[in-house]
């Protein structure tokens, strides 16, 4: 392949990355507690999909193709026990979402990176907590929340604005719309 296709494919390949990124964000805002399922399985996939592959690849010191085969078993696994033990994957998936937003957050306030994951960590223990006795308010608050803050901050990326003070208020914008879709879509 010639030398100046590599930049145009990877600038390509960023771009659908990011595309997906972005409609998965903004999915998770509007009707995250409706695809909640989907959600934790998929989660559940990804998860066992890396921790299979890390450890064929890194501690066993396998093949790429073998470490791909188990962590796709792997995932398959996770992916069906965490759709399967319901209460289990929305802990995980709510943990998952809040960790996607604090971290970042705390970074990108100038806090240090240890800081940052230990507070993300945290945050997504105690909501992780809260969504098994208030199932549907923390759901809705979790995923508009993660969806609206991640839709922005990758949004505005993309015209190389990443400044708080733009994303914060284009966050809570799709926060606040995302919780009253939510809410008018969902059954209490």
Same mark, same amino acid.
Request: net charge positive; with cysteine; hydrophobic share 60%.
């Given at each position: 392949?010639?030398?100046?296709?590599?930049?145009?494919?990877?600038e #390509? !390949?960023?771009? @659908?990355?990011?595309?997906?990124?972005?409609?998965?964000?903004?999915?998770?805002?509007?009707?995250?507690?409706?695809? *909640?399922?989907?959600? /934790?399985?998929?989660?559940?996939?990804?998860?066992?999909?890396?921790?299979?592959?890390?450890?064929?690849?890194?501690?066993?010191?396998?093949?790429t193709?073998?470490?791909?085969?188990?962590?796709?078993?792997?995932?398959? !696994?996770?992916?069906?026990?965490?759709?399967?033990?319901?209460?289990? #994957?929305?802990?995980l998936?709510?943990?998952?979402?809040?960790?996607t937003?604090?971290?970042?957050?705390i970074?990108?306030?100038?806090?240090?990176?240890?800081?940052? @994951?230990?507070?993300?960590?945290?945050?997504?223990?105690?909501?992780? @907590?809260?969504?098994?006795?208030?199932? *549907?308010?923390?759901?809705?608050?979790?995923?508009?929340?993660?969806?609206?803050?991640?839709?922005? *901050?990758?949004?505005?990326?993309?015209?190389?604005?990443?400044?708080?003070?733009?994303?914060?208020?284009?966050?809570?914008?799709? @926060?606040?719309?995302? /919780?009253?879709?939510?809410?008018?879509?969902?059954?209490?």
């Amino acid at each position: 392949m010639p030398e100046e296709l590599v930049p145009v494919i990877s600038e #390509g !390949l960023f771009g @659908v990355a990011a595309g997906f990124s972005i409609l998965f964000s903004l999915l998770n805002c509007f009707f995250g507690y409706k695809l *909640r399922k989907l959600w /934790i399985a998929l989660f559940g996939f990804l998860l066992g999909f890396f921790i299979g592959f890390a450890v064929v690849t890194v501690v066993a010191g396998g093949g790429t193709a073998v470490g791909v085969l188990i962590g796709a078993a792997a995932g398959l !696994l996770c992916g069906l026990l965490a759709y399967k033990i319901y209460r289990l #994957g929305m802990f995980l998936w709510c943990a998952g979402c809040t960790f996607t937003v604090v971290c970042p957050f705390i970074y990108q306030a100038g806090g240090a990176d240890w800081l940052a @994951v230990t507070v993300g960590l945290l945050a997504g223990l105690v909501v992780g @907590v809260l969504v098994l006795k208030f199932m *549907r308010a923390i759901t809705i608050a979790t995923t508009a929340v993660s969806g609206g803050w991640n839709a922005a *901050r990758q949004t505005l990326a993309l015209f190389s604005i990443t400044d708080l003070a733009w994303t914060l208020p284009v966050a809570v914008l799709l @926060v606040l719309l995302g /919780i009253a879709v939510q809410l008018k879509t969902t059954e209490a």
